[in-house]
């Protein structure tokens, strides 16, 4: 053979290799992945549990497509009854895809097509309601720009055509002014967590069946902490309906919603997945790592279906509720993770002026060693106040061991209590909606006033409804002369 026939043949394998490993696809519930995956829960110092990989591929799997639900008014002709007869299509369809912007594309439809799987409603009388938003709840609803109701989707399964709720872009999709929409930022309003609820007979914040449970317990088993002395989520158990209506009330919002294993009363904004470049962890806690796409994959299924919620000796589910009810093929979860690692920021219609420029300067000099470009974020982890993690910790985790002094509940008082807070990126801080790991101010100029800190000071974003409290902490940037601070907030909407 000749030189060149050669290095021909060893080119073509080395290319037929290298598509094979770009589209190595992980397996999600990998046990050696999962095994260091969650972070120890401060006050525990032992790692959440999982589901083991056994258990998880052992249960069923569910690859439906579905279709958005329609106000009255607004259906194309002859839609309902054309879906009322379709077969089930498969919401990935792996065999086609070839390229890494074909697993993208795909991905961008599993991410706006998965619904909640548990959620699903088959009676005749919910559809009915449902088809044509004929209930009064549904028509004092907005419909989008497209003329369907946010949060609803016809489901076509085996069983039937099925009412579901959307997964992913009920919270992660925001609705843009001009009727388009934007993957990666908290929703604007809440309408489609509000459709959610009234779909869903899970109780709580629960994503899986909860057999057994009462709404008030489900709610309760949705964030107790048993190991915390005088755990706030006790009083879920004996507050009369309106009164915890008034505190699920107060932590959601747009960008604003309770999750499980997290509080009602110390919440966690809805982050902007855009701004996940540049993180090695998961949630503002770290509540896991972010090692690759298979974590994206791993994160996903875990809210979706499989959360075992054992953590240490405490085990929050019953043996009842202890069960995945179904899981996703790798192949979505894979490419609805490569779509997410995909999405960009909108683009910047702020100038970079002479006033960025005087701002860049300060924030070179106060922020830029935790927000560090390119991402704007060092990828560190700050410890919560009150919290000192263990050398083994320090070794294992990438630490800056200093405190912002911010609230300090979510990383203390919840299950995400890992007492770590991320440094989060501040690319694209001009179209966030909200700041702070528990959003408790709506604007750059609110973050950066000094008055947030009088204990007098009502923010504009969540605030609870029974402990009064002003915004502490992240002190950085306020005690700089007036005209400075403008300028910094000038270069940071540039971002
Ligand atoms: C009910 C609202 C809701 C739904 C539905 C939802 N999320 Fe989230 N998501 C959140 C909130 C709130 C957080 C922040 C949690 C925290 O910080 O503890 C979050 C965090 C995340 C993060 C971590 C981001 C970061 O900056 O650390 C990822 C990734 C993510 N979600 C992806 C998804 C995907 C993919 C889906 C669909 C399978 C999904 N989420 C469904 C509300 C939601
Ligand atoms: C010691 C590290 C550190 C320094 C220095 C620092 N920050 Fe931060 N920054 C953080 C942490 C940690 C948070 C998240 C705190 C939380 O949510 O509780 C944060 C949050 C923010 C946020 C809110 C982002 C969001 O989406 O919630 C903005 C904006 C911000 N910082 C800007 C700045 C600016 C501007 C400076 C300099 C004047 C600065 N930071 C200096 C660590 C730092």
Known sequence: MSLRGVSFVFLSVALRLSAQQALQIPKTWDEEMLHEWATPIAALSVRPGHFSAKEYYASPVDNYRSYPVYAAGREPAGYFERLRKAKPEPLIQPAGLKTKAEWIAAGKRVFEESDIGSFRRYEADIIEEFHLA????????????????????????????????????????????????????????????????????????????????????????????????????????????????????????????????????????????????????????????????????????????????????????????RKIPFHLPDEALYAMALYVESLEAPANPNPFDARAAAGKKIFERDCSACHTPPFYTSGKLTLAEGFTPSPALLREYDVLPVSVRTDASLAMKTRKGTGFYKIPSLRGVWYRGRYLHDGAVTSLEEMFNPARLDPAFVPSGFKSIDTHRAVPGHEFGLRLPAADRANLIVFLKTL
Request: with cysteine.
């Open 134 to 321: 004929k209930s009064a709840r549904l028509a004092r609803l907005t419909p989008r720009k497209d003329g369907t109701i946010p949060g609803a989707r016809w489901v076509v399964t085996d069983r039937g055509l099925a009412l579901g709720a959307e997964n992913c872009t009920q919270c992660h999709r925001r609705a843009l002014p001009d009727g388009g929409v934007l993957d990666g930022p908290g929703m604007s309003d809440t309408a489609a967590f509000f459709v959610t609820g009234m779909i869903a007979t899970v109780p709580g914040l629960s994503a899986v069946p909860l057999p057994g449970d009462s709404s008030t317990t489900g709610t309760w088993r949705s964030f107790a902490v048993p190991w915390l002395p005088g755990d706030i989520h006790e009083q879920i158990k004996t507050m009369d309906g309106p009164a915890l209506g008034r505190v699920f009330l107060a932590s959601i919002g747009p960008d604003l919603t309770p999750r499980w294993s997290g509080s009602i009363f110390y919440p966690a904004k809805i982050p902007d997945l855009i701004a996940l470049k540049g993180q090695k962890y998961i949630d503002a806690t770290a509540t896991h790592k972010l090692r690759g796409t298979g974590d994206i994959m791993r994160y996903a299924a875990l809210v979706s279906y499989a959360d075992i919620s054992d953590f240490g000796t405490h085990r929050l589910l019953t043996d009842a509720q």
